[in-house]
């Protein structure tokens, strides 16, 4: 079964700080991805990154960075927490092929709360 | 990059075949489409992709017309435990669906 762990279900963290939100996954999946998600506006891609220290701006990178140092471990760094990055934040994996789009695998989220 | 349009909600009762209707006006030819399902406090689950046609399996079909502008997925049969949020996003092949974008989805009640 394939599995994508995330390194906290909730965390509270205080404006200005450093947050680093881990994301493993255990089938080798080439793709790893950062979302957002918050009421009524779905899904919102953050970063990606398509092999080991490669990475690609999604749709709403202002103020995240991310770090992809192992194939299996993707992290997600908010660099100084404010408070409208209060969300829940979910990592998914997927395979890499060149003409078919494999499903996505997602984590069980971490909800982030910004005081 | 296509975006989707999918109705906000849809009400049904157990036992009833469901049809959720998705617009994407822009697909281009590289374009997948594919389905997920949301249970609250988890991460979004895989349904079902397809190209054109139709495709089926275990869980539901995704019929595609041939201009592939709009797509809709059927649930047959739906129970109680099918209520939740269901996502139409459609993918560039080539970029390796790196740039699909999930809409905010439909969100299926189902009634006993």
């Known amino acids: 079964d394939v599995k994508v762990t995330q390194s906290s279900r909730y965390l509270v963290k205080r404006t200005g700080e450093k947050v680093f939100l881990e994301c493993v996954q255990d089938m080798d999946h080439e793709n790893m991805f950062w979302y957002r998600q918050d009421p009524g506006l779905g899904l919102r891609l953050i970063y990606f990154?398509?092999?080991?220290?490669?990475?690609e701006k999604g749709d709403i990178p202002e103020g995240y960075s991310v770090s992809r140092e192992k194939k299996e471990r993707f992290s997600l760094i908010l660099e100084s927490a404010s408070t409208n990055q209060t969300s829940m934040y979910l990592c998914a994996s997927s395979k890499s092929t060149l003409q078919i789009i494999y499903e996505q695998y997602f984590g069980p989220g971490t909800r982030l709360t910004v005081t | 990059l296509a975006k989707t349009t999918q109705p906000i909600s849809m009400d049904s009762y157990e036992g009833q075949e469901v049809n959720i209707t998705c617009s994407h006006n822009n697909i281009a030819t590289n374009d997948y489409i594919t389905w997920y399902q949301q249970f609250p406090s988890q991460g979004p689950r895989f349904i079902i992709q397809g190209y054109k046609t139709k495709v089926t399996n275990e869980v539901a079909s995704l019929f595609i017309p041939a201009d592939r502008k709009s797509s809709t997925l059927s649930l047959p049969r739906v129970s109680l435990s099918d209520t939740a949020v269901y996502y139409c996003l459609v993918g560039d092949a080539n970029t390796g669906g790196f740039k699909t974008i999930f809409g905010a989805g439909t969100r299926l009640f189902v009634k006993a």
């Open positions: 990154s398509y092999d080991v220290k490669m990475k």
